[in-house]
Each structure stands twice: as C-alpha cells, then as structure tokens.
C-alpha cells in the first residue's frame, strides 16, 4: 500500500512539474527597449513558427510614406557586429566579429548609414546604442518600445527576420560560389509589415503581414515580393501583432 501510495505521489510531482515547465516554454518573454522615449508605446506580440531557431531580428518604425523613422528593436549580434559563429581562425566557429550584410539588408540600407568599408551593417566601433538592442529571445516574445518623440504623422511597424545558414533546395550552398556574404546566409530575409496606423486613432491591434524577403547578399535594400524559392523560413514566424497604447 505504500508503494502505491509513493508511486501516486511521484506521478502528481511529475505532472505537476512538467505542466510547469510547458508554462515556462509557452509564456512570452518580456522585453523593454528605449525606455527614455517620450513618444508613443508600441507594444509587439511575437509568436514562434515551428521552424524558429536562434534568428536575427530588426523591428523598426516608417512613415506611411516609406520613409525611415527609428529602430525599436534590433539582435546584440546586429547591432555590434559580434556573433556567436563570427570567428573561423581556429578551423571551427567561434564568437567574433563578423561584417554579415545579408543578415538584415532590408532594415539596414532602410537606416541609411554606412561605415567606412562602404557596408550598411554596424561595427564594433559604431555599434547601435543599447537602448535599441538586446539578445534575441529563444521563445515568444512581447516587446514594448517607446517612439524617440511623440509621433504626429500615420506609421508602419516593419521586422525583418533571418536564421544564418538556412539553406533549402532554391537558395543552395552554391548558389552564388563566389559570394562570401552569401555563404553564411541561405534563404534571404522575410520582411514582414502592418498596415498604416493612423495614431490620432489607431485600431485595437495590426498583425504585420509577409511583404518580401531582402537581397540575397545585402548588396542592396531592394525588397522582392517572390517568396517562392522560400520553405522553411516561412515557417520561423507563426504570428506578430503590435498595440499602440
């Protein structure tokens, strides 16, 4: 009778202890960017695809119009130009710095500033300030993000999303032989974007839409409406819906 009792007690701990540890996988991770801005509060709800595996992320805000406003959110490794498979002096990668356009082109060529060797990404020495960036979360994620200033005009949320070495049947390993921006790339970037929102009166919510991927390279911040060749990167994104409070 004891035995079975013990046993009885062993199953609830070890039920109870995994429906905990599926809340922990399934509760988003809170982030909170640019704390000092005095603008309006945008709040990002990011839901994981199947296919979600340690991804680069750049969440930014555009004019109606198109023009660039600001970053909200961009990954560490972007924003200093240090990554964890950066480095191959020892014949394996390693944390380093690495000039890695094709990461987030898109967003790049979008914030207009180039560095000295004619690239669009940032440097260790012009890295992004840390207000903007952070790791990238390994689960769900909410991200409230405040405007530098108080916004008058109609915007757009835009995230541009991509995973290094994703390679696939259309966008191969020697696709481009002679490209070496290419090489720890594979399919380009997914830029994804909300409607216009009006802040005067914005709606309840805006879930940003798939509206292209980025140049293969980041050679250029053209934008290619053809996702076709893509397969697995359209499954790292199962949902992102943004609140303005």
């Known amino acids: ?8 007690v062993i199953s609830v701990l070890v039920f109870t202890s995994c429906r905990h540890s599926d809340r922990r996988d399934t509760e988003p991770v809170q982030m ?5 801005g005095v603008g309006q509060t945008f709040e990002i709800s990011f839901q994981k695809g199947r296919e979600f595996s340690h991804p680069v992320i750049a969440l930014w805000l555009e004019t109606s119009e198109g023009d660039y406003i600001q970053t909200l959110y961009i990954s560490k490794s972007v924003a ?5 498979h950066g480095d ?15 990461t987030v082109p898109y967003w790049s060529h979008k914030r207009n500033v180039i560095e000295s060797d004619g690239l669009y990404v940032p440097t260790a020495a012009t890295s992004i300030a840390d207000a903007y960036t952070g790791p990238t979360p390994l689960n769900n994620f909410v991200l409230k993000s405040k405007s530098d200033s108080t916004l ?17 049947r259309s966008w191969t390993t020697t696709r481009f032989p002679d490209d070496a921006y290419y090489a720890t790339s ?3 970037s997914l830029v994804y974007a909300s409607e216009a929102i009006d802040l005067k009166s914005p709606a309840e919510k805006y879930e940003l839409k798939l509206i292209g991927h980025g ?10 409406s ?14 992102v819906v943004v609140k303005v409070k």
């Open 88 to 102: 191959t002096k020892s014949g394996k990668w390693s944390p380093g710095p690495r000039r890695r356009p094709a």
């Open 32 to 36: 909170v960017t640019n704390v000092k």
């Open 215 to 224: 140049h293969h390279s980041g050679a250029s911040g053209e934008l290619f």
């Open 186 to 188: 594979g399919q380009p």
């Open 226 to 239: 053809d996702v076709s060749g893509h397969s697995t990167a359209l499954e790292i994104v199962k949902e």
């Open 152 to 168: 008058k005009q109609s915007v757009r949320v835009f995230l541009e999303i991509n995973q290094a070495f994703d390679f696939n």
């Open 1 to 8: 009778m004891k035995k079975i009792i013990f046993l009885s």
């Open 80 to 84: 200093t130009g240090y990554f964890q």
